[in-house]
């Protein structure tokens, strides 16, 4: 096998033993697939109230409420003063999650 590695400089074709495949399940057992799980949610919603950041969680829904009104993101950062990309970070729901 590890001359296979060596000619090929990968492991394609490489197949688990049955021993290893059960050693991976029971290290992947209780793991939750996605970029959130709930404890992590409320470990960043809780840091970010504390931080001193910009923007506040009213702030937040402002943004929301601007862009689907139309209002372009560019526009809503100038107001806030923040960067574009926070703004369509926070429109695109990939920060600010747990604000509603």
């Given at each position: 096998m590890a001359d296979i590695a060596r000619r090929t400089k990968n492991f394609t074709g490489h197949k688990h033993t049955e021993e290893t495949k059960a050693r991976i399940s029971a290290a992947k057992k209780g793991v939750k697939f996605g970029k959130?799980?709930?404890d992590r949610v409320e470990k960043t919603a809780a840091a970010m109230?504390?931080?001193k950041s910009k923007l506040n969680e009213?702030?937040?829904?402002?943004v929301r409420?601007?862009?689907?009104a139309g209002v372009p993101h560019r526009d809503i950062a100038k107001k806030l003063g923040v960067s574009y990309s926070a703004v369509a970070d926070i429109a695109r729901n990939r920060t600010f999650r747990w604000v509603i």
């Open positions: 959130y799980n709930k109230r504390e931080s009213d702030s937040v829904r402002e409420i601007l862009n689907k």
